[in-house]
């Protein structure tokens, strides 16, 4: 077997069943030329090279992506600093106190001072009981584009503040993590407690993370422990935790929302290409792979388009009107194939098995259903060859709610959603 084909049959299962490009009446002229236009098999050697070079579903935790402040950035200090400074498991203490600015009433702080401060050993006792393990895309919301995909091990949060016996006054919780112990250089994320004292449905619990992927937090992932906010952008996820403040405040006063991010937005759910062949040969056909981050509504599918650009003077008048995304339903849009769970999920996972208990999988390491919410899933599609000239393509999601990409949320300082636009040369 030739090697791509077998890599394809690892990575990849059952994908026998034929499908159809649905390019019909209403196609795009280009497309109705085409002989190719009635049915294409996904066994076609070019479709299954492209699926084979998809990246694994879990990002190894030295993969992702890193955004981190400090000067200099915590992660980089050497072995012996980060001893000294509480960076280490060995090291690492927690305070869990009333907000100096406004403070919520605690009868048992968890403080340095105090003695009391909470450490990794504790979090440890607590985690043979409490853990939690669930898959999480990371997305920075100023970048977009998702940082890694990984399973996330944790405490729910709610267990360590619990420990402080809060009486009253509390409406949220503010956190950071070390920052060479400037004040200035502090990056600062909140929720409401209500989210940390108890989930929306179907939502993991916000959690303190010790591991990715099985294997404890490095340092620039923002070990010994960081926050994971579930459903919530990078920025929510604080890494190097040092302090948990109850307080008072019912606003938020993440760092982030000094930068106009919209710093209550959950994810969002949008796609865009992985691969777009380089040069397409006219009445050849090619295959397109992408992604989908699934956000909080879920994804129902994925939708792909192309327009001709090199048309006539009275057609160009439309296409003017379709680059403005307000006119994207005028463009012909066919759903493209999401990829079912692949067989090796990557990611450098312990013997390629999924976490026992990870939310969203069965006692087998199954996914009960797929694609998995507040995570990614890998979608492609083979193009009937096109007529030289040059096109754009387009891919968007359609979610759980019916909502077309970029809504129901369009703004971009809620989060990624625009509409990629991917410009084609069909040469002969
Ligand atoms: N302490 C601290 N936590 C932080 C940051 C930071 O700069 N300092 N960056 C945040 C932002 S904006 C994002 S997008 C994520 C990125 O997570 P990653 O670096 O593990 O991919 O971490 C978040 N946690
Ligand atoms: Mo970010």
């Known amino acids: ?51 084979a070079a998809i990246e694994s579903w879990l990002t190894p935790q030295d993969d992702f992506q890193d955004v981190s402040r400090g000067r200099p950035k915590p992660h980089t200090l050497d072995a012996s600093r980060r001893a000294e400074v509480g960076l280490t498991r060995d090291t690492w203490k927690l305070e869990v106190v009333a907000d100096p600015e406004h403070p919520a009433e605690l009868r048992h702080p968890l403080s340095e001072s105090l003695g009391t401060a909470f450490d990794f050993a504790a979090l440890m006792r607590m985690a043979e009981t409490r853990r939690v393990r669930f898959t999480k895309l990371m997305t920075c919301l100023n970048i977009g584009c998702p940082l890694g995909n ?149 994804l129902q599918r994925v939708e792909v388009s192309i327009q001709n650009k090199s048309v006539t003077r009275d057609q160009e008048q439309r296409d003017d009107d379709a680059e403005n995304e307000d006119s994207a339903n005028a463009l012909d849009w066919t759903a493209a194939t999401i990829l079912p769970p692949p067989k090796q999920w990557g990611g450098s996972l312990p013997d390629n098995r999924i976490p026992e208990g990870t939310i969203g999988f069965d006692s087998s390491g199954e996914p009960k259903s797929w694609p998995i919410r507040l995570s990614k899933a890998h979608w492609a599609i083979l193009l009937p060859g096109l007529p030289a000239g040059t096109y754009v393509f387009r891919s968007r999601t359609v979610d759980q709610n019916g909502a077309v990409q970029p809504m129901p949320r369009p703004f971009r300082k809620s989060g990624r959603a625009h509409v990629e636009q991917v410009s084609l040369e069909v040469t002969s």
């Open 150 to 298: 990984g399973i996330w091990e944790g405490v729910p949060m709610r267990d360590v503040l619990w420990k402080t016996q809060p009486q009253k006054d509390l409406r949220r919780v503010i956190y950071f993590g070390y920052h060479n112990d400037d004040p200035a250089q502090r990056f600062r994320s909140s929720l409401p407690v209500g989210r940390v004292l108890e989930d929306p449905f179907g939502m993991p619990p916000v959690i303190l993370c010790y591991k990715l992927n099985g294997e404890f937090l490095t340092p620039e992932r923002g070990g010994p422990v960081r926050v994971v906010v579930p459903e919530a952008y990078g920025f929510k996820s604080i890494k190097w935790l040092t302090h948990l403040y109850l307080s008072n405040n019912h606003a938020a006063n993440d760092t982030y929302a000094e930068q106009n991010n919209d710093v209550d937005s959950p994810l969002k759910t949008f796609c865009e290409t992985l691969s777009v062949p380089r040069s397409i040969k006219a009445n050849e056909p090619f295959a397109v792979t992408g992604y989908a981050q699934v956000g909080i509504s879920g």
């Open 1 to 51: 077997m030739e090697p791509s084909r077998q890599i394809f049959l690892e990575q990849h299962r059952e994908l026998s069943r034929r499908y159809f490009l649905r390019f019909g009446a209403v196609g795009i002229a280009a497309m109705r030329a085409s002989p190719l236009l009635a049915e294409i098999d996904s066994s076609s050697p070019i479709y299954r090279e492209a699926v």
